[in-house]
């Protein structure tokens, strides 16, 4: 009895110390993302241009990310996505809860790295994608849903979160 | 003097309050107090913590439309459960439900409980 008692008094204090460690030591980047994977939902939406959208244009490795003209954040990340659309990623924008004239005025005067922009005025596909807010960056697969970020993308989230997926992505197909 | 009193309360009198809160409107009782129950019970996903009754985020805003319409469309209170996690996942249910790791989260706090009174009277009794 003693000895078990002696083996709690050391067991447990470590048990708790491991559990913290875990839980802390997690890379925040990683922590907050979702990796749970599901298929991108379906949706009847244009583009900012008012031409519908074909499903197959989301096959391949494609990048979502949302966006919005009244929002701050999106324009930090703005610079790295115009650089990230520079190599072979293709972006492909979800205009979320904007109006289309501001958005299109955004991307003139801001640049567009996007493919083609979803228009989503309603947040329809977002809910289903269950988008937050903006911005939100979606790594797609064949029309799965790989990962998802909340908050701006940046190179560490790109080379800690994306790029191992992609590359996994590449050579399993 | 006089003047000054009716200058502000007309202040009073002409400003309206801004009924800014969407009026839910519902055909029973019992269609209300699950809407009721059920926004408390679903996390919204953009506060710390929070449920959507006490957020007026957008999202939450979308949450709660989305609710009323599945109530009043008579989905089952574990239909609309599925419905909000399968979009923002298992963290949305305030009430986790009782499978794979999560019964460490109910279960952990009173295993660890009893551990720590077992220890304690064990120790007494030496």
């Given amino acids: 009895m003693n000895q078990f008692l002696r083996f709690l008094i050391i067991f447990l204090p470590i048990l708790i110390f491991v559990f913290f460690a875990k839980v802390l030591l997690v890379d925040e980047d990683i922590k907050f993302s979702n990796f749970e994977s599901k298929s991108f939902p379906e949706f009847q939406l244009n583009d900012l241009n008012g031409n519908p959208i074909q499903a197959k244009s989301l096959n391949g490795i494609k990048l979502i990310n949302v966006w919005a003209s009244w929002c701050i954040t999106c324009l930090v990340e703005h610079p790295f996505l115009t650089k990230l659309s520079d190599t072979n990623i293709q972006i492909i924008g979800l205009n979320y809860k904007d109006s289309d004239t501001k958005a299109i005025a955004w991307l003139q005067k801001h640049g567009n790295p996007y493919l083609f922009s979803i228009y989503d005025p309603r947040g329809d596909l977002a809910f289903d994608l269950g988008v937050t807010g903006a911005p939100e960056s979606y790594l797609i697969f064949d029309n799965k849903v790989l990962a998802h970020i909340q908050g701006e993308m940046n190179q560490t989230k790109w080379d800690n979160i994306f790029l191992p997926l992609i590359k996994k992505a590449r050579q399993g197909s | ?126």
């Fill in chain 2, 1 to 126: 003097m006089i003047k000054k009193l009716i200058i502000i309360f007309s202040f009073f009198i002409l400003s309206i309050p801004a009924f800014d809160e969407i009026v839910y409107e519902f055909e029973d009782s019992l269609q209300e107090k699950r809407f009721y129950s059920l926004i408390s019970e679903i996390r919204c996903p953009k506060c710390t913590s929070g449920s959507i009754a006490s957020s007026d985020a957008p999202v939450s805003r979308d949450l709660k439309n989305k609710v009323y319409e599945l109530v009043l469309a008579g989905s089952s209170d574990e239909e609309i459960k599925t419905y909000v996690s399968e979009r923002f996942g298992n963290f949305s249910d305030y009430r986790p439900a009782l499978e794979g790791t999560n019964y460490f989260l109910w279960f952990g706090p009173f295993i660890f409980f009893s551990l720590m009174l077992a220890m304690f009277f064990l120790k007494r009794r030496i």
